[in-house]
């Protein structure tokens, strides 16, 4: 009787290789998912106006709730939530996966339906609030009523920004210690901007926050003695990105492109504003256009990318910044390459080998950019009732990263 032979310890490596081959990579892992819930998106956003342009789905137009004042503002709000949820239900499997089991710390199942579900009745309440608002002013204005709540909405969105972080996620914020705050101000940050933030998702990065007097959130995680040089590049990095006005040109915009969309697209619609069938319509309208956003707007955020990487660089020393950047990327996507269409399609923060060969080079050609242009979009595309938001790959399952996204 033979016996089995152990291979030999070559022959076990070349297993173990082909094995790490066969097995998708972390980042490979989220952005299936986020194809999945983006296509799922688009895919049922279709469907959906198909069968309400066609009449395989009917509502009457004067859709009645017996005895509520304002009836016809009470109405969209309910037939907006509507869709919501279906959109919601449908896709909870997809967000339980990117929330629950595919990330680096897998929460237990109560503790993750539990954020899930307080970050999407945030939001279900966010696009009730927009609705009637909306609903309301096109019964006196229309559609003009309509856009003006939509442009008043985005605005409001950016303004409470840190506040609705607060409410869709458990995030506790405390002003910086001595220390941090002496490392901001050496960096042109003032020190009383600076607020500190527990978050438990490791691919939490904070950024600028709020209009008027804004602060800068930064994770709890870089404030670590071992992460000082890391958080001395972000700080210049983030002085580079406000005082160039990559953020401004990044909040404009966002505040701008769900006004447009349904400004473009809505007056194609065979109903009024007024009609109940207008507000089934539009989410998935919404949704559209802001798959629009998801393809075209990545290509304005990659510059100001690199352009923050050279700034700091300047003043902190290549070395530091490309340590930064590799330590960023290990607790975010963890991958150093991608290919060229890949990441001209999905990623709009450049791979980590593109970060650092654009520092290699001496003349290195940039076109403007705004900071954080396609993700403050999914944030404000909420107010046009888009519903892409919360499953792209980069926060999809992950309440932490919904109002506040994870970047470079």
Known sequence: MSLPIAPHNADLADVVQDAERRTLSFARRRLLLGITGVGGSVLLSVIWLAALLTGIVRVPSDWPIAGVPLAAAVNAPLLVLMVFAGHTVLLAIVEFIGGAIAVRERPSFFKWFTAWLRGV?????????VT???????????LVGVLGVIFGASIALIVAQGFIAKLVA???????????????LEHGV??????????TDEAF?????????PTLWIPARWTAPEHRDLLAVQFARRH????????????LRAVLWPVAGVALFAPILPWSATDA?????LPALSTLWTFVAVLLLPS?????????????????????VVNAIRQLDTWQDDEPERSPGVEFIFHPVPSRANRERALARVHRKTFGGAHQQTRLTLFTSLTAFGLLGRVVHCNIGRPELWAVYPGD
Do not use: C, M
């Open 190 to 199: 003032r020190d009383t901007a600076v607020r500190v933030v527990h978050a």
């Open 170 to 184: 458990s995030l506790r914020t405390e002003p910086a210690d001595e220390s941090v705050g002496a490392l901001a």
């Open 205 to 213: 990065v904070g950024g600028w926050i709020g209009v008027r007097a």
């Open 121 to 129: 009745f945030v939001q279900g309440a966010i696009l009730a609030g």
């Open 300 to 320: 304005l955020s990659r510059p100001i990318v690199y352009n923050a990487d050279a700034a700091a660089a300047q003043r902190v020393g290549t070395s530091k």
């Open 132 to 142: 009637f608002g909306a609903a309301l002013a096109a019964s006196q204005l229309g």
């Open 240 to 251: 580079t990105q406000f005082t160039t006005g990559a953020r401004r040109r990044g909040l």
């Open 277 to 281: 069938a207008f507000w089934l319509a």
